[in-house]
């Protein structure tokens, strides 16, 4: 498999167009932290790795709008930000290798989501070569689509199956002053509940809520607050006063303390031979931990953590036998379905991969998936066969 890694848009768009004269099937690559996500693809002839593509193009920090090409790291981003005073309100997993274009990509997102909203929210042009070499930009400077589509809202989460993203327009925030998180430990999923709700009555709005598996039924929930020192202080003491209200012990943690507690959600999602994405209604927490008892009781070192605000839950670890894990992985998605919700194979051992649908039945939408990929990527010679309903 030939392997290249182009430097500008200009190569990039050069590459595609030859390889659409070839008909070559093509694989992208960027930091190669989500290789693992979808579906097998396909043979492929040639992949493209996006990691010279690595330059800033414009950045105004007077708009909070910067343009960097698709291969800049998440930290190297945060990095240039935070010398301004600002940041990306984006705190996916592997910072240090995970790529712009690949977030985009994946649709990425971390417990900020709960404030920020993950990339697609923040997400405001794209440039994408597409599979004949043509390049379409929109949003951003751009005021008009491409084709009458909303580019940058069509290619996030598709998982290179339209085109290679080249570079990327970016909504900044100012970088919040002071942050406070507090934790409540032993709570059940109907406190966990019951502590979001009481959250939303108070009108508290913490940048991210997340509940950590600690033992049968039992879950140890952290609440961030972000923004300027006085509303911070302000915020955390009335939760801190709502959860004695509510007869739960809080605890607010030091630096050290909160900067581990993070990385121990950021471990649930990006370590375990097997890793998976739940979703579901907020209130659905213990319908939620229910479906997945069978699939985390074969599992060693198993974890989940639920991000209580949003309904999106992961669990992962160590598949005891991985034989036996797909029948267990069947149970939980036709358990999420039953709740309305779905669940998402985002890491597993090969064999499990080769039988096991990572997206599960395509959405009721599929018919205008089918329509992109059709005007997009016709020959479907793009990352064919790993995405949704085998895109």
């Excluded at 996006?50 to 790291?73: C, S, W």
């Excluded at 070499?133 to 996030?156: E, I, Y």
């Excluded at 018919?367 to 309903?389: E, S, Y």
């Amino acid at each position: 498999m030939i392997s290249y890694e182009p430097s500008s848009i200009e190569a990039c768009a050069e590459l595609l167009s030859e390889c659409a004269r070839d008909k070559r099937r093509l694989g992208f690559i960027g930091g190669g932290t989500a290789l693992e996500l979808g579906n097998p693809p396909g043979e492929l002839d040639a992949v493209i790795r996006t990691r010279q593509l690595n330059h800033i193009v414009e950045y105004a920090p007077e708009d909070q709008v910067i343009v960097a090409e698709a291969g800049v790291t998440l930290s190297q981003l945060q990095s240039l930000a935070r010398s301004n005073g600002q940041w990306l309100g984006v705190d996916a997993p592997h910072a240090d290798r995970a790529t712009l274009g690949g977030l985009v990509a994946v649709g990425g997102f971390g417990p900020r989501r709960a404030r920020y909203g993950g990339i697609r929210d923040l997400l405001l042009g794209v440039a994408l070569v597409r599979a004949d070499g043509a390049v379409a930009k929109s949003g951003g400077k751009v005021v008009k689509n491409v084709a009458g589509f909303d580019l940058p809202k069509v290619v996030c989460g598709s998982l290179g199956s339209l085109g290679l993203i080249a570079h990327v327009t970016l909504r900044l925030h100012p970088l919040p002053k002071a942050s406070a998180t507090l934790t409540l430990g032993e709570l059940t999923p109907s406190q966990v509940v019951d502590t979001v709700r009481g959250l939303r009555r108070a009108q508290l709005e913490p940048s991210s809520v997340v509940a950590l598996r600690t033992g049968e039924g039992r879950f140890e929930l952290g609440v961030r607050f972000e923004g300027f020192a006085r509303g911070v202080e302000r915020d955390a003491g009335r939760f801190a006063d709502l959860a004695e209200a509510m007869g739960s012990s809080c605890k607010p943690l030091h630096e050290p303390e909160a900067e581990a507690f993070w990385l121990r959600q950021d471990a649930v999602r990006s370590q375990g031979q097997l890793r998976v994405r739940i979703a579901a209604l907020p209130t659905q927490l213990a319908e939620v931990q229910d479906r997945l008892a069978p699939l985390l009781a074969g599992l060693r070192a198993a974890s989940f953590a639920w991000y209580a605000t949003l309904g999106i839950g992961f669990a992962s670890g160590e598949p005891e036998a991985p034989g036996l894990i797909g029948q267990a992985l069947e149970a939980a998605r036709a358990g999420a379905r039953r709740l309305g919700g779905s669940l998402v194979v985002e890491a597993a051992p090969a064999a499990v991969r080769a039988s096991f649908d990572a997206w599960g039945p395509p959405p009721s939408a599929f018919f205008i998936m089918q329509g992109l990929k059709q005007r997009f990527d016709p020959d479907r010679r793009l990352n064919a066969g790993r995405f949704v309903g085998g895109l």
